[in-house]
Each structure stands twice: as structure tokens, then as C-alpha cells.
């Protein structure tokens, strides 16, 4: 995405659950998992539970890149077991 800080590092307030879910879909149409499992928890802490199912599809493939040491993988699947 080129940028210097992702932008779902920060808390995306105002932006609409919907955008959330796009943009979650869009990292993942282009294989960012990382950037699609942010996007989905963000929905879901807004009280999606679109956006729930979505990141907890992505679990098992984050879980592989966490295994091989992917810290932001690591992080959202802790994030995931945590519910």
C-alpha cells in the first residue's frame, strides 16, 4: 500500500462499518491478510458480526504467517482468541 504506517493502525474513527468491510476486502482480494484481518477487527469492534466472521476466516492463515514470526499476525490472532 506505500504507506509509511498503515492506515488501520489507527483507530478508524467515523468511517462507516461498510468501508470498514470494503477495505477489509479489498486487502484481501490482493493477499494482504494483515491489512484485511485489521480491517474486519475494526468493523467488529464496532459491533459487526460481518466483520467478526470475516476476521475469524482469516485466522488459520494468520496463524501460519504468525507461526513464522509475523509480529501484526501474531497480534490479531491473539486478538481473535481473546473473544
Given at each position: 500500500?506505500?504507506?509509511a504506517v498503515p492506515s488501520w493502525r489507527a483507530f478508524p474513527e467515523g468511517v462507516p462499518i461498510r468501508e470498514l468491510l470494503e477495505r477489509?476486502?479489498?486487502a484481501a482480494e490482493i493477499g494482504d491478510l494483515i491489512s484485511a484481518g485489521n480491517w474486519y477487527f475494526h468493523a467488529k469492534r464496532w459491533g459487526s458480526v460481518e466483520g467478526r466472521d470475516k476476521a475469524r476466516d482469516l485466522q488459520s492463515r494468520l496463524e501460519v504467517l504468525a507461526d513464522q514470526g509475523d509480529l501484526d499476525a501474531k497480534v490479531l490472532v491473539a486478538g481473535l482468541l481473546l473473544e
Open positions: 500500500m506505500g504507506e477489509g476486502d479489498q
